[in-house]
């Protein structure tokens, strides 16, 4: 299997379905040590995610074991001024500081509309020269849509991106943009595989401003049902059935979820399982238009 380990719930109590809060220090690692044992070589945190990357600091002596891909803090302007970039290079360091690594193997500008803005190219003339002075092995940027990748493609040269999909959110598999993204040699981390983990609630408990989530979920569910197998290993064989993807991101909040993900190695599922699952409302498969 082709996973990363997400560290949001580290840090944060992260998660629409998660009902235990942020994972304790003596869980996150017995993780670790799982992921380890079973060869997950990669791990995805955050600037913005709590204090994730200080408690992987804190077990460094495990950590040192993957990768680590980390992202900038959000701008969210129109344009890149000075005081921004004075900022990206404030947190930076105090990423470095928190994991207790003089580089980190990937660094991604946590919203890729931040590239995008006025003077944009001034963040990714930063990053460049993060990589350019051995502290960053890898730079890109954490997409949203499929036209973002197109852009980003267009104008810098990326070496990492981190997109979401899943068996209801397809929108980068049918843009044709993985394709190009391969082409560029550009490294392709999935995210929101479980769809923050909408997938394993029951339909009755989804809240009523994603009521027409609900439908979508079930037949998730009863299509796992009907295959005999668990809604997170379908979800999985979907992604591992796209050739182009290069990691699955996927985050637990403790070892037993851990291990039931790394359970059923190599599943082969029929494409057609796969049919009628797909959902086009932006509404439904985007978490940040959720209005929860």
Not at 27 to 56: K, M, N, P, W
Not at 81 to 87: A, H, T, V
Not at 95 to 106: F, I, M, N, P
Not at 110 to 126: I, M, Q, W
């Amino acid at each position: 299997m082709r996973l990363a380990l997400g560290t949001a719930q580290f840090g944060l109590h992260y998660g629409i379905s998660n009902r235990q809060g942020q994972t304790s220090l003596p869980e996150v690692r017995r993780i670790l040590e799982l992921a380890h044992q079973r060869g997950i070589d990669t791990l995805d945190t955050a600037s913005l995610y709590g204090d994730s990357q200080a408690v992987l600091g804190e077990v460094d002596d495990l950590a040192r074991e993957f990768r680590i891909i980390t992202k900038t803090l959000a701008f969210d302007g129109e344009s890149v001024g000075k005081e921004d970039l004075k900022n990206l290079d404030t947190t930076f360091k105090q990423s470095l500081a928190e994991l207790r690594r003089k580089r980190v193997d990937g660094l991604l500008v946590h919203h890729a509309a931040d590239l995008l803005a006025e003077n944009g190219e001034s963040v990714f003339d930063r990053l460049s020269e993060y990589k350019n002075s051995g502290r960053v092995e890898k730079i890109g940027a954490s997409l949203y849509t499929p036209d973002e990748a197109t852009r980003l493609l267009d104008n810098f040269d990326i070496d990492l991106v981190q997109i979401p999909m899943n068996l209801m959110d397809r929108r980068v598999l049918q843009s044709g943009i993985l394709d190009k993204l391969k082409k560029a040699d550009v490294e392709i981390h999935v995210r929101s595989a479980f769809l923050q983990g909408l997938f394993f609630m029951s339909p009755e408990s989804i809240p009523d401003s994603l009521t027409k989530a609900r439908p979508f979920v079930e037949r998730i569910q009863s299509r796992a049902a009907l295959l005999d197998i668990s809604v997170a290993a379908l979800s999985l064989a979907y992604l591992e059935s796209i050739p182009q993807i290069d990691r699955i991101i996927v985050g637990v909040n403790n070892v037993t979820q851990l291990s039931e993900l790394l359970g059923p190695n190599g599943i082969e599922i029929d494409s057609k399982e796969f049919d009628g699952l797909c959902c086009n409302d932006e509404y439904v498969i985007n978490p940040s238009k959720w209005e929860l």
